[in-house]
């Protein structure tokens, strides 16, 4: 019996239709699944976004309240002091806080050139972390105007006055010149040193054992002895010196190689212990509270 090629391709044609009108129903629904998906995605990016901020809380915020936390604790508010949060990972991930966030010290931390301040979220999901924080204190100290040599005798043309970073100077600095001046070098500087008190040493002029002449003065009076230096002294400085006259051992200030001031109760009262002469450092503050 011949073949009958028109029959044939008749009965095809529907089995070949309905494959195509499966795959056109396939691709359909496949369309319809990527819709949904994208559409819940947004949704899911619009409700993350809802209160101003995304997923994840900005390391350059947490930097911001550490910064302004910490300043106000110091309670400084001079362009001499500043404070730079350390650089924090950018890889952090710590949830967008839905609270202010807070910051804090440690139970019995001080704050210092390097400072560990605190910051904690106590929103609906909570965290902490802690920022290292440099304080820079800039002040006017001085400084040599030129290169000096050891032993040489510090005079006003010797010094400069510049402002400096002060933060970690353990040395301490001077911000007073008068404390320098006729003082002797411990070692030689290059211009531009900052002078401390630990590269100066007092250049005596009253040595001990010499022959002082001792005043008191008092109610527009002024009485002179003799009397017998029991240590070294500098210009200005404190010394005990034996009354020749009396056998009475009395504390004076150098005036002169020659001439002691005997301090009456009053004056020294009035004169301390030399405080002046105490180094004047950037110390760090207690701070102990939460």
Same mark, same amino acid.
């Given at each position: 019996?011949?073949?009958? &090629?028109?029959?044939?391709?008749?009965?095809?044609?529907?089995?070949?239709? !309905?494959?195509? /009108? &499966?795959?056109?129903?396939?691709?359909?629904?496949?369309? &319809?699944?990527?819709? *949904?998906?994208?559409?819940?995605?947004?949704?899911?990016?619009?409700?993350?976004?809802?209160?101003?901020?995304?997923? !994840?809380?900005?390391?350059? =915020?947490?930097?911001?309240?550490?910064?302004?936390?910490?300043?106000?604790?110091?309670?400084?508010?001079?362009?001499?002091?500043?404070? $730079?949060?350390?650089?924090?990972?950018?890889?952090?991930?710590?949830?967008?806080?839905?609270?202010?966030?807070?910051?804090?010290?440690?139970?019995?931390?001080?704050?210092?050139?390097?400072?560990?301040?605190?910051?904690r979220c106590n929103g609906s999901k909570p965290w902490k972390i802690y920022v290292p924080v440099d304080v820079?204190?800039?002040?006017?100290? !001085?400084?040599?105007?030129?290169?000096?040599?050891?032993?040489?005798?510090?005079?006003?043309?010797?010094?400069?006055? =510049?402002?400096?970073?002060?933060?970690?100077?353990?040395?301490?600095?001077?911000? =007073?010149?008068?404390?320098?001046?006729?003082?002797?070098?411990?070692?030689?500087?290059?211009?531009?040193?900052?002078?401390?008190?630990?590269?100066?040493?007092?250049?005596?002029?009253?040595?001990?054992?010499?022959? *002082?002449?001792?005043? *008191?003065?008092?109610?527009?009076?002024?009485?002179?002895?003799?009397?017998?230096?029991?240590? /070294?002294?500098?210009?200005?400085?404190? &010394? $005990?010196?034996?009354?020749?006259?009396?056998?009475?051992?009395?504390?004076?200030?150098?005036?002169?190689?020659?001439?002691?001031?005997?301090?009456?109760p009053s004056a020294r009262d009035s004169a301390g212990n030399n405080s002046h002469l105490a180094p004047k450092?950037?110390?760090?503050?207690? =701070?102990?509270?939460?």
């Open positions: 019996m011949p073949i009958n &090629i028109a029959t044939i391709v008749r009965k095809l044609t529907p089995t070949a239709r !309905w494959r195509r /009108d &499966i795959d056109a129903q396939t691709r359909r629904f496949v369309c &319809i699944g990527l819709v *949904v998906i994208i559409h819940i995605a947004s949704g899911a990016s619009a409700a993350g976004n809802s209160n101003g901020v995304g997923i !994840w809380h900005s390391t350059a =915020d947490i930097a911001a309240v550490a910064e302004a936390f910490l300043m106000q604790r110091l309670g400084k508010t001079s362009q001499d002091t500043a404070v $730079r949060a350390g650089m924090l990972d950018g890889r952090l991930k710590l949830a967008a806080c839905s609270a202010p966030l807070e910051g804090f010290l440690r139970p019995s931390a001080k704050i210092g050139p390097k400072t560990i301040v605190g910051i820079v204190v800039r002040t006017e100290v !001085w400084v040599a105007r030129q290169p000096l040599p050891k032993g040489h005798l510090l005079t006003k043309e010797d010094l400069t006055a =510049d402002v400096r970073d002060v933060s970690r100077m353990t040395a301490g600095y001077v911000s =007073d010149p008068n404390t320098l001046i006729g003082q002797r070098l411990r070692s030689s500087v290059l211009a531009g040193r900052i002078l401390t008190l630990k590269l100066i040493e007092a250049n005596n002029v009253v040595m001990r054992g010499q022959t *002082v002449t001792l005043v *008191v003065s008092g109610s527009g009076l002024q009485i002179r002895m003799t009397g017998k230096a029991l240590m /070294d002294g500098a210009l200005n400085q404190r &010394i $005990r010196v034996e009354n020749l006259t009396s056998g009475r051992i009395v504390e004076g200030i150098v005036r002169s190689r020659e001439l002691v001031e005997v301090l009456m450092v950037s110390a760090a503050v207690a =701070d102990t509270t939460n």
